[in-house]
């Protein structure tokens, strides 16, 4: 009784994966293997739409770029977050959670919103322009450039990381830096042999939270790098909205999946789990 309980409270849950998730992956699969023929309503299965991708350096150098892009934003917050990460869990009392709500607060705000935000700040007259105005460099504009795509990444994405890392450095029992005190280790010591291994777990699940979704981001990009910048997310988003090739944009989409799938699988392979060393 309660199994079947269980299975009908289930029936929800796989009738959205189907709608959203299963339905459409089965049309990108579709319309990438296939082209229109001669006639409107005929169709052939091709790989045409794979050849075009990687025949055209333009679009491996837009790969090239958004990978670029991903991985610098990763790294970048790596460095950031750590510290932040290993600041907040060793907060005391009610001092972490506050940390946490202020780290948290500006995620309660929409994206988008967030984005449009950045470009006031950084444009020609902005607050950015007018600081760096005052200190002498009158008349800069970062907006539409990699450092305002970076920044928008970085901005965006951090909270991920720090979030993961702090997971990680939460649940680490303290016995043991107690332990390799005892042993004679100084703090670096003690840091780089026991709480760092013991954090690599959040640091692989921060790098897969954040480099993700920077490799595929389209609106941050068009809106902070203008026109003249294109990822492989805006180059998706125009097959799609703009050129009306659903197929040679389902191909791209489908290329970027498996991409994004062995970055999953890489980052597993090394995450070093501890105790399970060789």
Do not use: C
């Amino acid at each position: 009784m309660k199994m079947n309980a269980f299975r009908i409270m289930t029936y929800p849950y796989i009738a959205w994966i189907t709608a959203m998730i299963v339905i459409p992956m089965i049309l990108i699969l579709f319309y990438a293997f296939t082209i229109e023929g001669n006639d409107v309503v005929s169709i052939k299965f091709s790989l045409e739409n794979f050849t075009r991708f990687v025949t055209d350096t333009t679009f491996l150098r837009v790969v090239g770029k958004s990978l670029w892009i991903a991985f610098l934003t990763t790294i970048i917050s790596i460095i950031m977050g750590y510290p932040i990460a290993y600041i907040i869990s060793k907060a005391r009392g009610n001092h972490g959670i506050i940390l946490i709500l202020l780290l948290t607060l500006p995620t309660w705000i929409n994206m988008l919103v967030r984005t449009y935000a950045w470009m006031g700040i950084l444009q020609e007259g902005g607050m950015l322009s007018k600081l760096l105005a005052f200190l002498g460099f009158p008349g800069v504009s970062l907006l539409y450039t990699d450092f305002a795509v970076t920044l928008g990444m970085v901005y965006n994405f951090l909270p991920f990381m720090i979030l993961q890392i702090h997971t990680s450095l939460a649940k680490m029992d303290n016995s043991l830096l107690e332990a390799a005190a005892d042993l004679g280790a100084s703090r670096f010591q003690s840091f780089w042999r026991v709480t760092f291994p013991l954090s690599l777990p959040g640091v692989v699940s921060g790098i897969t939270l954040v480099f993700l979704p920077a490799v595929s981001s389209f609106f941050i990009p068009k809106l902070l790098g203008g026109g003249q910048y294109v990822l492989v997310g805006n180059v998706i988003e125009s097959q799609f909205l703009t050129a009306g090739d659903w197929n040679f944009g389902s191909a791209i989409s489908l290329i970027m999946a498996v991409v994004i799938i062995f970055s999953m699988w890489l980052t597993r392979k090394i995450d070093v789990q501890p105790g399970k060393e060789a």
